[in-house]
């Protein structure tokens, strides 16, 4: 009886992908959105998406590891493209997040503050969350994987990420729809549409696979 892939581990995914090496972000990234549109999301489910990722990751270069010199180089350059691939989906997370919540509201549905804070506190972590993912699975490996997922991780620290920069942008939206829900409105019994923080996640999990065709992994719209 044959396995559907839907059955196989994301991390075995993740791995199977690096290891072969051919176009290891796009795969990446793929794979990422996938699973981020299989779930119903949360601060915990996408941290484990995340740390399944980088373990595939470390896991696919292994091999090249034992090798030579240049084998070993090659392995650095796989597990940096994965790492990128995860970065783009993520921000192409952040991006369906603001396009879904800009379709609610182009629905005229109302959003509660307190949905609104909730779902805005998700995004400002998920920056965070990546770098975190990095740094954990560092301490986690030995020699040549530590020292490339640490420079990673650091890297990722000090300088913006696609996913930070795309979180900045849907931010901004969150806050324009947060000053939309006046105090009147919530005062004057008025029927506030069901879109709580976990539907904004499904409705933008819901958008990703189309996202994934019109944007490019470096976070930039096809013409």
């Known amino acids: 009886m044959e396995t559907s892939t839907d059955d196989i581990p994301l991390a075995t995914r993740v791995r199977e992908a690096v290891a072969h090496g051919s176009n290891v972000q796009e795969a990446v990234r793929r794979l990422t959105l996938e699973a981020l549109?299989?779930?119903?999301?949360?601060?915990?489910?996408?941290?484990?998406?995340?740390?399944?990722?980088?373990q595939g990751a470390r896991e696919g270069i292994e091999p090249q590891l034992q090798q030579t010199a240049n084998a070993a180089l090659a392995a650095q350059v796989r597990i940096k493209e994965a790492v990128a691939g995860l970065d783009a989906a993520l921000a192409q997370f952040a991006e369906a997040s603001r396009l879904a919540l800009e379709e609610a509201a182009g629905r005229a549905q109302r959003f509660s503050t307190a949905d609104l804070a909730r779902t805005r506190a998700d995004l400002e972590a998920l920056e965070t969350l990546f770098?975190?993912?990095?740094?954990?699975?560092?301490?986690?490996?030995?020699?040549?994987?530590?020292?490339?997922l640490h420079e990673l991780g650091e890297h990722a620290r000090r300088t913006r990420t696609a996913v930070g920069e795309q979180v900045k942008t849907t931010l901004a939206t969150f806050s324009q729809q947060m000053g939309a829900v006046t105090q009147a409105q919530l005062a004057s019994g008025v029927e506030l549409a069901r879109a709580t923080s976990d539907?904004?996640?499904?409705?933008?999990?819901?958008?990703l696979s189309g996202l994934a065709e019109r944007i490019k992994p470096d976070g930039k719209k096809e013409t």
Request: no cysteine.
């Open 199 to 207: 539907m904004v996640r499904q409705i933008a999990a819901g958008m």
């Open 37 to 54: 549109s299989a779930h119903n999301l949360n601060l915990e489910s996408i941290r484990s998406i995340m740390q399944a990722v980088v």
């Open 131 to 148: 770098v975190e993912t990095l740094r954990n699975s560092a301490a986690a490996a030995k020699g040549f994987t530590a020292e490339t």
